[in-house]
């Protein structure tokens, strides 16, 4: 075959190739004159070939990539330099595209700069593919971070090899700490036994476990039990290495109804698995030519592939599917298109390739040959079956879990809720999706919720806060731990945040009743001595700051004992309640009461010297003296009291600096006779 012949035959081989290819194949003139527009760019674009040839790329590009970047890229190709990048733009019919393009300079015989071409591989399907992984990806690492429940992974030893947050808190150890501890050094003995024994069925049957299971009694006498999910985690041997748990504490009424799974590996950037490979065959089914990217699948060079046939480089079962689409091809004389598998001769693998597969003829010698392109798109393939599971996961979870989880974007619309949080505003999934959190719960309480909103958006950071709503079905007021984490795009800006907000109504109830009751006196309603020496110790320190008086009185009532004895102790117990009465009755906002023993009271008075003590001493026990009540006798029930009366003095640094010099006037007072006010 003479050289022109030869030269013919190529030319017609790889136009064969741009007219069949999947690349979008651009020929322009120095002017930026489109002379050639292969099927594929004119499918894509949605154009007719006629209204395409000899368009400028101005007229087909400026309104989709702007005319800056036209320029950029043509200023490059009259410099002589290939030009590499990513273009975005929309198609005539207004979808999204992302292409990977190259764009390079040719050069006439004389060496001038004359024609450019343009090669676009589209890759707008796996961009889209990719950024919803990370998306998922980002989301379940969010929920794992902050789900409120204890989720740890285990050895087959038993020993703890991860452990969230939650669960270090459970144990007051820092989650370094609780690494390669077993049940047996964290648990009551019974407990671990439960807690062992689910284990083993994981690890023995490789089957999740889905147990309730007794956590024996805490330290403040509260009876724990855990809903627990522990899932096996298998290697890629197929061998269980660990086991994944989740448990929540059913005991404080926050029950999950699904397990996370461990998250899937992190996705290999699509485009660089993305590769075609272009090869012909002739009319007996031999390589004539191969491009470098099927070389380097099969681990060998152009040279060794030529005249070889597929069963000379692939398993026979292989051979026989590329066989049997090669044979359709030149039977019917038209282009085949069909997803074909093969065996990856490295890892025994199976792999997926789109084949493209067109019949060429040769008009010099009447040969008859066979274009193929064909592109791995094993990756993708993986990449939906991952996309598909993650989010059926993700959906389950969501949904299932006892907490309100949304999504919000920037203009703090909802993108997306779940379950719980539909069925407590009493709204559909549609009816919150699309819509503000002024449109849904008001503009006073939106506006509460974009403080914290605005916060994780400003600085991308988490926020964590207690938020008040009304239950949309009773009208109750309700109060949620809000935990809200930014989102976070390719570029490093918050596109939105996840929520996760759980109801702690009523552990705010338990609470106030244990603050109440740890820091009050049962019978009176006045402070306890426990309490009342913090309160004074406050009062210490904020007078010695401001350099303001402050004193102390003591009193104690006198002869109670003939009063339980006379007239038994509920009558006792009304008289102190009455001792109590007449003490407030006579002191202002600021002033503070304790009941210190049985019969015993002390008043811190601050911003008052000396005199002014006395002065309400002196007043307390008049009305004292005064009074009496009815406890169904003749006569009414009376008592007296006894005070003693200090003011701070500077070397006075605690409560009990006072409060001594307080007891020795009461024990004055006691001593002269009782019913009197004596200062200390």
């Known amino acids: 075959m003479s050289f022109s012949a030869e030269l013919n035959t190529l030319v017609g081989v790889f136009e064969a190739t741009a007219q069949n290819a999947d690349a979008l194949i651009l020929i322009c003139d120095r002017d930026g004159k489109i002379?050639?527009?292969?099927?594929?760019?004119?499918?894509?674009?949605?154009?007719?070939?006629?209204?395409t040839l000899n368009q400028p790329l101005e007229t087909i590009y400026s309104r989709k990539i702007g005319i800056e970047k036209i320029k950029e890229i043509q200023a490059s190709l009259t410099s002589d330099q290939l030009w590499k990048g990513e273009l975005q733009y929309k198609n005539n019919a207004g979808a999204d595209l992302c292409c990977q393009t190259t764009v390079s300079p040719i050069k006439n015989g004389t060496g001038a700069f004359s024609h450019s071409v343009w090669v676009q591989i589209d890759i707008s399907?796996?961009?889209?593919?990719?950024?919803?992984?990370?998306?998922?990806?980002?989301?379940?690492?969010?929920?794992?971070?902050?789900?409120?429940?204890?989720?740890?992974?285990?050895?087959?030893?038993?020993?703890?090899?991860?452990?969230?947050?939650?669960?270090?808190?459970?144990?007051?150890?820092?989650?370094?700490?609780?690494?390669?501890?077993?049940?047996?050094?964290?648990?009551?003995?019974?407990?671990?036994?439960s807690f062992s024994k689910n284990d083993k069925h994981v690890f023995s049957r490789g089957k999740t476990v889905r147990a309730v299971?007794?956590?024996?009694?805490?330290?403040?006498?509260?009876?724990?039990?855990?809903?627990?999910?522990?899932?096996?985690?298998?290697?890629?041997?197929?061998?269980?290495?660990?086991?994944?748990?989740?448990?929540?504490d059913i005991s404080e009424q926050q029950r999950l109804e699904s397990a996370l799974r461990a998250s899937e590996e992190k996705l290999n950037d699509i485009l660089d698995n993305i590769k075609a490979r272009v090869y012909i065959k002739d009319k007996d089914l031999r390589y004539t030519y191969a491009n470098q990217e099927l070389c380097q699948s099969l681990s060998t060079d152009r040279i060794n592939m030529i005249g070889k046939d597929d069963y000379d480089l692939f398993d026979a079962e292989t051979a026989i599917s590329f066989r049997t689409t090669d044979e359709e091809v030149f039977k019917t004389g038209e282009k085949v298109s069909r997803m074909e598998i093969s065996t990856d001769c490295k890892n025994k693998e199976k792999q997926y390739f789109w084949s493209i597969k067109v019949p060429l003829t040769s008009k010099e010698?009447?040969?008859?040959?066979?274009?193929?392109?064909?592109?791995?798109?094993?990756?993708q393939k993986r990449l939906e079956e991952a996309l598909r599971r993650n989010e059926k996961q993700l959906t389950t979870i969501l949904d299932n879990l006892k907490a309100h989880v949304y999504i919000k974007d920037v203009n703090f619309t909802y993108n997306y809720v779940n379950a719980d949080l539909c069925d407590y505003l009493g709204l559909t999934h549609n009816d919150v999706v699309g819509k503000t959190d002024t449109e849904i719960f008001g503009e006073t309480v939106a506006s509460k919720f974009h403080l914290s909103d605005q916060q994780v958006f400003d600085y991308k950071e988490n926020s964590t806060s207690i938020e008040k709503s009304k239950d949309y079905k009773t009208g109750d007021t309700?109060?949620?731990?809000?935990?809200?984490?930014?989102?976070?795009?390719?570029?490093?800006?918050?596109?939105?945040?996840?929520?996760?907000?759980?109801?702690?109504?009523?552990q705010k109830r338990l609470e106030k009743e244990l603050r109440e009751l740890a820091s009050t006196d049962v019978l009176t309603g006045v402070h306890n001595r426990r309490h009342f020496i913090e309160l004074c110790t406050r009062e210490i320190s904020r007078a010695k700051r401001y350099d303001s008086p402050l004193s102390l009185i003591m009193l104690d009532m006198d002869h109670f004992k003939r009063i339980n004895d006379s007239f038994g102790h509920a009558v006792g117990d009304e008289a102190i309640k009455a001792m109590t009465g007449l003490c407030r009755k006579n002191l202002r906002d600021t002033d503070l009461i304790g009941r210190i023993g049985g019969e015993e009271f002390a008043i811190i008075l601050p911003e008052t010297d000396r005199a002014g003590a006395l002065h309400i001493a002196e007043r307390i026990r008049q009305s004292t003296d005064k009074y009496g009540f009815d406890i169904g006798q003749d006569q009414p029930c009376t008592f007296t009291a006894s005070f003693g009366v200090t003011m701070m003095v500077e070397k006075d640094e605690e409560p009990d600096d006072l409060l001594k010099r307080a007891d020795i006037a009461l024990y004055d007072a006691k001593t002269l006779g009782r019913n009197r006010v004596c200062e200390g």
Not at 129 to 156: C, G, M, W
Not at 214 to 242: M, T, W
Not at 491 to 503: E, V, W
């Open 35 to 51: 002379e050639y527009a292969n099927p594929a760019f004119c499918d894509s674009m949605g154009m007719k070939l006629a209204n």
């Open 125 to 193: 399907e796996q961009r889209e593919l990719e950024r919803k992984q990370h998306e998922n990806q980002q989301k379940l690492s969010s929920i794992l971070d902050n789900i409120p429940a204890y989720v740890f992974t285990k050895n087959q030893a038993g020993e703890y090899t991860y452990a969230n947050k939650m669960l270090s808190m459970l144990h007051a150890l820092h989650t370094d700490d609780l690494i390669g501890k077993t049940d047996f050094e964290l648990f009551p003995i019974d407990a671990a036994k």
């Open 213 to 248: 299971e007794d956590a024996g009694v805490d330290e403040y006498g509260i009876k724990r039990s855990y809903l627990s999910v522990k899932c096996p985690l298998f290697n890629q041997d197929g061998d269980i290495e660990e086991m994944i748990g989740m448990s929540v």
């Open 478 to 506: 309700r109060y949620f731990w809000s935990v809200k984490v930014p989102l976070i795009n390719d570029l490093g800006n918050p596109y939105a945040l996840l929520g996760i907000s759980t109801d702690v109504t009523e």
């Open 365 to 379: 010698d009447g040969g008859h040959s066979l274009l193929g392109i064909s592109t791995d798109v094993t990756e």
